[in-house]
């Protein structure tokens, strides 16, 4: 089974409550080996995933799956099946997996006390060692910090089977995949190489498909014109061969329109006309016929003022209770009202704990204030959804047109029961831009978003007026947007005391 591969035949699929199909037409063959699937939030990449893997059936064609099939949702709320089993394993593969990912024995009694990242960590681990002929992941990274980033990426790298990747973690496409696949509905189109070379073959070639539109635009302009002219022609001719106003006893005049009739020479204008018709009408097709992709314009702009307060924070040092007798120790910490700080540490050192503690004891007032946590679990997926849907119309209008320059489909997004995590998080940073935010507080910002996506926050950030507290592991997204850096890190001494340092 190992070098069977994975086959999509005339594959369709849409969702119920969609009028316009999500694939159509799909033919893929994809073998041994890793490959990556991109594409824009909302594309339909966890839906073909689990097509792949059998968790949706396509409404028409087929997908031959090669043996067992395993996947691994974005979304850690519930431990995986069968934890309880790699927690117990007495094989080499688990207990290697367990070693290598930092598995503890009591994580299933606690889940709801692990960070996002050591869940992440569990849920592949899980994955790994059932050993599935096809193995489809959906945002591995999201969560992890670099050491653990770096331990997940050797454990997948040695996995053998037919791998399929969906990750905005560029340098992670590049170290796993032999070729990606780009989703754009209703179609998916796959390319050799990991992410930088497949994206900059794609890049060459909406380059060459756009010269052959313009080609293909131009020369429909020309031919517009020349159908104009020969238009005019042929009704001036028209015009001359009419009898109308001339007068009954005037027979030389008509002698003359008959011979000219009869002769054909005034005809030759209409002849010359219907051709370049011809060739006007094919020249539409052709051009219809290229399809150019959309660049979504990049940037937003933040209205939001910045605080009239000298600080928007200000917290009295202190410690923080994290759990397993684990401590935070932090100094007196102010946030400014022109601050960019980047908050960064490893996973299960309190920098979501923290954050929710700051932002309870704010120099602003609650609707001047931000904040996209790491996760939004359906519940409150929907209460966001139905909470735009309800917005007046020029509200609605505004936020959907920040939605439309983080590169989401606003229509789609609207349609859709229950948006995919990185949709759900551009939808409510486009609800409080609305709301002239003095800080904007956001942990891991990048998870789930698409390759396109972290490019337009990164632009829209640098251009917001307030305050800035971003946390997450993606330092090239901290060094781009943050001037100052609160770093964890453990006390001397070791154990779970970890203290907070500006740098």
Known sequence: MRHASLVLHDVSFTYETKTVALFEGLQLGIGWGWTGVIGANGAGKTTLLRLCVGELEPLQGRITIPGTAVYCPQRTDDP?????????????????????????????????????????????????WQQPDLLAVDEPTNHLDREAREVLSEALAAYRGIGLLVSHDRELLDQ?????????????????????????????????????????????????????????????????????????????????????????KDATAGRLLRQIDGRLRQARREQAEIKVRKVHE??????????????????????????????????????????RIGLTGPNGTGKSTLIRHLITRLNVAPEHLT??????????????????????????????????????????????????????RKLLLAM????????IVMDEPTNHLDLPSIECLESALADCPC????????????DCLTRKHWDISAEDGGGREFRLQER
Request: charged letters at 30%; hydrophobic letters at 35%.
């Open 371 to 424: 904040y996209i946590p790491q996760e939004i679990d359906t519940s409150r997926t929907k209460e966001i959804l139905a909470a735009a849907r309800a917005l007046p119309s020029d509200m609605l209008g505004h936020a959907m047109m920040v939605v439309s320059r983080l590169n989401s489909r606003p229509e789609q997004l609207l349609d859709s029961q229950e948006p995919s995590p990185g949709e759900v």
């Open 432 to 439: 409080k831009i609305a709301q002239e935010p003095h800080l």
């Open 176 to 264: 796993l995949c032999q070729h990606c696949l780009f989703v754009d509905p209703p179609g998916a189109t796959l390319r050799p190489g990991g992410y930088t070379q497949a994206f900059a073959s794609r890049q060459q070639e909406d380059v060459a498909v756009r010269r052959r539109h313009d080609r293909a635009s131009s020369n429909r302009r020309k031919l517009e014109r020349e159908a104009a002219r020969r238009r005019a022609a042929a009704q001036h001719a028209d015009r001359r061969r009419s009898k109308r106003g001339i007068a009954d006893r005037d027979h030389d005049a008509k002698s003359k329109i008959d011979a000219a009739r009869v002769s054909g």
């Open 80 to 128: 995986p099946p069968r934890l309880t089993d790699l927690l117990t394993a007495t094989d080499p593969a688990g207990c290697r997996l367990r070693g290598r990912l930092g598995l503890a024995p009591d994580w299933l009694d606690r889940w709801k006390t692990l960070s996002h990242g050591e869940r992440k960590r569990a849920q592949i681990g899980v994955a790994l």
């Open 298 to 339: 990049l940037g937003i702009w933040l209205p939001g003022a910045r605080s009239p307060r000298k600080s928007v924070v200000h917290l009295p040092g202190g410690a923080l209770a994290l759990g397993e007798g684990g401590w935070l120790r932090y100094g007196d910490l102010v946030v400014h009202a022109d601050d």
């Open 467 to 478: 305050a800035l507290l971003l946390v997450s592991h993606d330092r090239r997204f901290l």
